[in-house]
């Protein structure tokens, strides 16, 4: 199965941001655990590369690995040989969306209104991720209608309560941040019990939608 046919199918991207490295390999594990295995590692994010190569490493095809707040072509390089498999941004840039593609990986570019998102997918994205999500599920079904070719990913203020209805709207996957992975939290044995029952939480919520 190619990159992005396991992005749309499993429909959730995990996004670890600020995490210390030795914690993010806990965080994964608990990830894979409760059922998701797309994660994106953003590139602010401590030691972001080598963590990126380790959980390549580690967790081989138990898990998809992205970068995510790709600003420019040369990081998103330096991502896609660490281990990367796909490239999130949380805006268009034509060059990172090349670069990625050029290497074989997907591009996940960000966009937000119906111009942008155009755009973003003329130059070549695979998938726009719509960012930020402040504008709830209703603005991803009033971008499908004009454009309905286009593979939308809302992120930020995906919860529980409204991810349902996200799918619902259209959209073909969701990015899921704090949400689901609170970098901010101590991660002790309760925190990776707590962790893994929401992802399952997460995971139904997807499969509630495909039944």
């Known amino acids: 199965m190619t990159t992005l046919n396991r992005i749309l199918e499993n429909k959730i991207i995990a996004i670890i941001r600020g995490a210390a490295p030795n914690d993010v390999m806990k965080i994964t594990e608990a990830l894979i655990n409760g059922g998701v295995t797309t994660i994106e590692v953003t590139m602010n994010s401590p030691k972001a590369l080598s963590v990126i190569e380790k959980i390549t490493e ?3 095809d138990r898990v998809l690995v992205g970068a995510g707040t790709v600003l420019d072509a040369e990081t998103a390089r330096h991502a896609i040989l660490a281990g990367a498999k796909f490239i999130l941004s949380p805006t268009v840039n034509s060059d990172t969306i090349t670069l990625t593609k050029k290497y074989g990986a997907v591009s996940i570019p960000g966009a937000f209104t119906p111009t942008e998102i155009l755009s ?3 130059n070549g994205g695979d998938i726009i991720k719509v960012f930020p999500g402040i504008l709830g599920p209703s603005y991803i079904k009033d971008i499908l209608g004009p454009l309905p070719q286009i593979p939308l990913l809302p992120t930020g203020g995906v919860d529980l309560e409204n991810i349902h209805a996200y799918f619902t709207a259209g959209a073909v996957g969701c990015g899921i941040g704090s ?3 609170n970098s901010n939290h101590q991660v002790d ?3 990776i019990e707590q962790l893994t029952l929401k992802a399952r939480q997460f995971v139904s919520k997807v499969k509630e ?3």
């Open 179 to 181: 949400a689901l992975v």
């Open 189 to 191: 044995e309760e925190y």
């Open 209 to 211: 939608r495909s039944e």
């Open 58 to 60: 580690e967790f081989g």
């Open 120 to 122: 973003a997918y003329e």
